[in-house]
């Protein structure tokens, strides 16, 4: 099975461009969360969705950070503007209905911004 | 107060040798517990569930502490590919996971 999948896995941009991140989980999760890892902050839970509606958006940064879940087999978080603070890698997991499942991690995307 | 907290390390111990993790949470209400295993720029991977009896896989032990609020990993006979970041993660009921922010693993020859 393809385990949860995202793209791009490496971006650089300039700051103030819009940046799109996207995900496709893992066919048949119930569940699907984006992350921000830092070396200062750690692995931070932005937000996450359960059948595709956002049920805990209070880690999303500010308002320049959206994200959408159109349909159960497809995510996207998108930066506007960006800024350098904004650089980091961003996850997407996917996970089960059950609380007893584990999540499951995407490669990530490697955002720079300059 | 972290939701769930980590000692960051940095462990470092010989090949062969046995090193233990804690990891504490602050929520009652935690239901199911994982550790998690990060490489170097690379994603958290799942390692093993942590079983409230407590469970083993190969050189690995994980504990649950419900009175105590925490969970522990033992890894016997440390190898050099050990060397990595250990996660403890939580879930809820309310559908979240929460992470602690790790503790690096370094195994020398």
């Known amino acids: 099975d393809a385990g949860v999948i995202q793209s791009p896995r490496h971006e650089v941009t300039e700051m103030g461009q819009e940046v799109t991140l996207r995900c496709k989980p893992i066919s048949g999760h119930d569940y699907l969360f984006w992350y921000r890892q830092t070396m200062m902050r750690g692995l931070e839970l932005l937000i996450y969705f359960n059948n595709n509606v956002p049920i805990d958006d209070s880690g999303m940064p500010e308002d320049r950070f959206s994200a959408k879940m159109p349909n159960a087999s497809f995510s996207t978080l998108k930066i506007q503007p960006s800024e350098p603070r904004d650089s980091a890698v961003y996850f997407c997991a996917s996970r089960g209905p059950s609380e007893e499942q584990p999540q499951h991690f995407g490669d990530g995307t490697r955002l720079s911004i300059l | 107060r972290k939701e769930v907290e980590q000692d960051p390390g940095p462990f470092n111990v010989p090949e062969g040798a046995t090193v233990a993790f804690n990891c504490t949470y602050s929520?009652?209400?935690?239901?199911?517990f994982f550790w998690y295993r990060q490489d170097c720029r690379k994603e958290p991977k799942l390692l093993m569930s942590v079983y409230s009896s407590g469970n083993e896989d190969g050189r690995f032990t994980a504990q649950l502490n419900r009175a105590s609020q925490y969970i522990s990993l033992l890894i016997r006979d440390s190898k050099l590919s050990d060397s990595a970041t250990y996660l403890c993660?939580?879930?809820?009921?309310?559908?979240?996971?929460?992470f602690g922010d790790g503790t690096t693993l370094t195994v020398k020859p």
């Open positions: 993660a939580v879930n809820t009921n309310a559908g979240k996971s929460t």
């Open positions: 929520n009652s209400a935690s239901q199911s």
